[in-house]
T-cell receptor, first 113, second 119 residues
Framework: AQKVTQAQTEISVVEKEDVTLDCVYE???????LFWYKQPPSGELVFLIR??????QNEISGRYSWNFQKSTSSFNFTITASQVVDSAVYFC??????????FGTGTRLQVFP | GAGVSQTPSNKVTEKGKYVELRCDPI?????LYWYRQSLGQGPEFLIY????????DSGLPNDRFFAVRPEGSVSTLKIQRTERGDSAVYLC?????????????????FGAGSRLTVL
């Protein structure tokens, strides 16, 4: 079975704080892909990053960074120096040996000025 | 088109009515997906098309739900005898190919969704 767990339902921070969104996944496949999507209040899902199971290097893109650890089946997402515009719901998703993209339940991030 | 287009953006209907939701994928994308997102939940897979054929419809909740993609481009999700529990945002996504196309890494690009409210 494939599953994505985002245990944090909602996180609130003040601008400029760092925040980490957790994602734990389950799959028996050795080849799989992990994704993060952002869903702002407008509702459209926006792709942020894709990572394959053979590449455990962490990635940084501006204020965003991702920590992929196969040993703990986690793919956590950190926003450094958060901004109000980062307020959104963030979804972690898994795609293994199937065409389905399986989403977690999402983490709502609220950044207050 | 430049992005995935979904119409209508909002649909209010009465219990028992029939509704159609339309998705126009990115031009050239052969894979098309329908998802349903209920309030406070993550998107839930409904059906996936590779070209004209439904490659995986395991997510359709029951036989009131049906989807077609007759020419391999535009898709229509059809819901018969709507129920209040069908109220949700229906999301469509497309990607260049599906897994069969050789790359599970393909990113799904989503439309803005069709919000369905069944009274």
């Amino acid at each position: 079975a494939q599953k994505v767990t985002q245990a944090q339902t909602e996180i609130s921070v003040v601008e400029k704080e760092d925040v980490t969104l957790d994602c734990v996944y389950e799959t028996r496949d050795t080849t799989y892909y992990l994704f993060w999507y952002k869903q702002p209040p407008s509702g459209e899902l926006v792709f942020l990053i894709r990572r394959n199971s053979f590449d455990e290097q962490n990635e940084i893109s501006g204020r965003y960074s991702w920590n992929f650890q196969k040993s703990t089946s986690s793919f956590n997402f950190t926003i450094t120096a958060s901004q109000v515009v980062d307020s959104a719901v963030y979804f972690c998703a898994l795609r293994a040996n199937t065409d389905k993209l399986i989403f977690g339940t999402g983490t709502r991030l609220q950044v207050f000025p | 088109g430049a992005g995935v287009s979904q119409t209508p953006s909002n649909k209010v209907t009465e219990k028992g009515k029939y509704v159609e939701l339309r998705c126009d994928p990115i031009s050239g994308h052969t894979a098309l997906y329908w998802y349903r997102q209920s309030l406070g939940q993550g998107p839930e897979f409904l059906i996936y098309f590779q070209g004209t054929g439904a490659a995986d419809d395991s997510g359709l909740p029951n036989d009131r739900f049906f989807a077609v993609r007759p020419e391999g481009s535009v898709s229509t999700l059809k819901i018969q005898r709507t129920e209040r529990g069908d109220s949700a945002v229906y999301l469509c996504a497309s990607s260049p190919t599906g897994l069969a196309g050789g790359s599970g890494a393909n990113v799904l690009t989503f439309g803005a969704g069709s919000r369905l409210t069944v009274l």
